[in-house]
């Protein structure tokens, strides 16, 4: 039975009133809105294991999937030490490269989302071991040589395509920033630095996700039902920056954010970890290591990006604060000074306010399956690809509510697959976020090895008598995921150690924002956004009121983005308190620390200005080669060829480049960031009055 019918089987008549009404949609959106039917039927049908893997059928397995990586890692460093320097020593590298990715990036899903304790706990201790051979690898001088004698040989680095030049310089780096140059006494210094800061990097995001707890009679009675409850105590695991009620907004900061005496430990040691290695392999600072390679390239041009940022923006934030300060004064004038917990909160009102943004008159016509729709015709339109739903195998997925999409390309066939998790359940992070399982590369015998990709989200669960319908704010982080795995997807790169998402930290999020601008222009919306009972299409004046609100309080919502420092002989959280002062606008809270929260220290560390640089480069993007018209498949193409296709075989800075057939500045970036934040009032009008 064909990936089709099944889908259609589900709108057979004697269903619910709803499903009868969403028949005129496509396979791939009635897929997403009915609910899971899947029945796990282990008599009939063999566990094929987690993705496929047979060994993954239990948690043990990952002990059997991890040796045979390790065993399969000493097979091809011997080879990579004994070949003669060309094109096969970096096929070997890259052979080596993703035999172990693909057990780690796998085991790095698995520790985090699989709802089974044992799985996740066999999966944590498999990237250990992984991480650790990494490690190991990066120090080897003999498997180093061995590359090193091919980059000597200039003829032979001539000969080679760009591609496998650039992935060649790409591990030599990684051999350089693990101290290969050291003595044999400081190599063993980085390898032993670099485990630890493996495990601190982990205890460190376990401890930034957990709750604080305060015993119930310390707060009024009259807050606690906004908090979860253990016995004598409640527990806040957020900031509840939404509550309506100042108090609850307050002492969810306070308690949230009050310092954990063990946690600041961690970090404190994970930084001069940090700052240690980087200086003893060569480098002034973290920061200089992180950002060798990225658009950035150094902390100066990082600074200088934020400080023009900063300059530009100083004005429209303190008119931002300004009219928080109002709205606050308005609302509670007894206690009208505005402080950090209010930003999100009265932000949100003034938008509310000024464009009547109220999520529940947009969710109707966001339905989980019109966005899958939208996304799928807007695929087609620019690329020429189709997302697919197929039926997983028994034991492929790690939850029932798992949808599985195959993404096919008109004359090019199967690119490769996309798992989607997106319903909320318990112990599954909160984070929107995306997992590469296994990198695409061309393999010897000619076939290229399909990419395979997790999108992660927390949506609620359809009901019977409506489907799942999101936000606006969901929608948005839909596309924006959704970004991410089309760039896993469409690039076909030689080598998986640059396939896709695994590029500069700084051009990884252009492709996933460049969507959100897609997911709020009205041309893009009217191919999907119609409301799941009567399907009338969303009117064209409220999508331009969403667009417009957007820009309300843009600039303190900007500010919040910019803060960066370096690693001084002070406590992070005076460094946290100097650089709020002076990026962005609203006191420190005594006796708080923020920086323990943010947990994108790790992912992100001396890279979170990535978004901004990121954002930056896709608003140029879009204005340049989408604004006019969102949907021509010309210029798609042409996205894909010159951005997508390289994933980060090709210097991030000459994609852009390639694309707006100029090489942008720093004073372009911000430019584009700032004008983002202009009110578009003469649409506004236009569109309000029709």
């Not at 997302?387 to 993404?407: F, H, I, Y």
């Not at 606006?472 to 998986?496: K, V, W």
């Not at 609203?586 to 979170?608: D, E």
Request: proline letters at 5%; hydrophobic letters at 40%.
């Amino acid at each position: 039975m064909s990936a089709c019918k099944r889908l259609l089987a589900v709108l057979r008549p004697g269903r619910s009133p709803l499903f009868r009404r969403v028949a005129t949609w496509s396979p791939v959106g009635a897929a997403f809105n009915a609910r899971q039917q899947r029945k796990l039927d282990l008599f009939h049908r063999s566990n094929v294991g987690l993705f496929g893997v047979p060994e993954l059928t239990c948690p043990d397995g990952f002990a059997a999937v991890g040796e045979r990586a390790l065993r399969e890692t000493e097979r091809l460093v011997e080879k990579a030490c004994q070949s003669l320097p060309g094109i096969i020593t970096v096929k070997t590298f890259d052979q080596l490269s993703d035999s172990l990715c693909r057990v780690a990036d796998l085991a790095d899903f698995v520790k985090v989302a699989h709802p089974d304790p044992a799985f996740r706990e066999a999966a944590e201790r498999t990237c250990v071991n992984i991480g650790t051979m990494v490690e190991k690898l990066n120090t080897n001088v003999d498997l180093c040589n061995s590359l090193k004698n091919l980059l000597d040989k200039s003829d032979i680095m001539a000969s080679l395509d760009p591609e496998t030049r650039r992935v060649a310089e790409l591990f030599m780096f990684d051999f350089e920033i693990s101290g290969i140059h050291l003595s044999e006494e400081k190599r063993k210094e980085a390898v032993n630095l670099n485990v630890r800061l493996l495990d601190l990097n982990n205890e460190f995001l376990v401890g930034s996700h957990l709750p604080n707890k305060i015993e119930k009679r310390m707060l009024p009675d009259h807050i606690h039902h906004h908090f979860s409850k253990e016995g004598n105590y409640i527990q806040i695991g957020g900031l509840h920056a939404e509550a309506t009620d100042d108090l609850v907004r307050e002492l969810a900061y306070r308690i949230f954010l009050y310092p954990n005496t063990s946690l600041l430990q961690t970090l404190e040691e994970l930084l001069k970890c940090r700052n240690k290695l980087a200086n003893l392999v060569g480098y002034e600072s973290y920061a200089n290591r992180a950002l060798k390679g990225t658009m950035a390239k150094s902390p100066e041009t990082v600074m200088k990006f934020l400080q023009l940022l900063t300059d530009q923006l100083s004005a429209r934030t303190a008119q931002d604060f300004e009219m928080m300060r109002a709205m606050k004064a308005k609302l509670n004038p007894r206690n009208a000074e505005l402080m950090p917990w209010d930003h999100p909160y009265f932000s949100g009102v003034l938008r509310a306010e000024r464009f009547n943004i109220e999520p529940s008159l947009y969710s109707p016509f966001f339905s989980l399956g019109a966005c899958m729709e939208g996304l799928n015709s807007l695929f087609t339109e620019l690329y020429g690809v189709s997302l697919m739903a197929e039926e997983p195998s028994a034991g492929e997925v790690w939850s029932e509510d798992v949808r599985k999409l195959a993404v096919v390309h008109e004359t090019e066939g199967l690119l490769g697959y996309i798992y989607c998790d997106f319903f909320h359940r318990p112990d599954k992070p909160h984070q929107d976020c995306h997992f590469t399982i296994r990198g695409g590369r061309q393999l010897d015998n000619g076939q290229y090895q399909l990419p395979v990709v997790v999108l992660l989200l927390s949506l609620p669960l359809p009901r019977k008598s409506a489907p799942t319908l999101l936000t606006p704010g969901m929608m948005e982080n839909l596309f924006h995921e959704m970004g991410h795995a089309m760039h896993s997807m469409l690039g076909r790169t030689r080598y998986q150690h640059v396939t896709g998402t695994r590029c500069a930290t700084d051009f990884a999020e252009v492709p996933s924002i460049l969507m959100e601008y897609f997911a709020t222009d009205h041309r893009v919306l009217n191919q999907f956004a119609r409301h799941y009972q009567t399907g009338q299409p969303l009117p064209k004046s409220m999508v331009t009121r969403l667009c417009e609100s957007k820009k309300v309080c843009g600039a303190a919502d900007t500010q919040l983005q910019v803060f960066h420092g370096k690693p001084q002989d002070r406590s992070t959280t005076d460094i946290l308190k100097d650089l709020q002062e002076k990026f962005y606008g609203l006191p420190y809270v005594p006796n708080t620390a923020w920086q323990l929260r943010f947990s994108h220290l790790i992912g992100y560390g001396a890279k979170y200005y990535s978004y901004l640089m990121s954002r930056a480069v896709a608003s140029m993007v879009w204005k340049q080669c989408f604004l006019k018209d969102p949907l021509n498949r010309e210029m798609g193409e042409r996205y894909r060829q010159e951005m997508l296709a390289h994933g980060g075989g090709k210097e991030p800075m000459l994609m852009v480049e390639g694309m707006l057939q100029r090489r942008p500045t720093v004073e372009d970036f911000v430019d584009a960031l700032v004008s983002d934040l202009n009110p578009d009032f003469e649409t506004f009008i236009m569109d309000s009055e029709a």
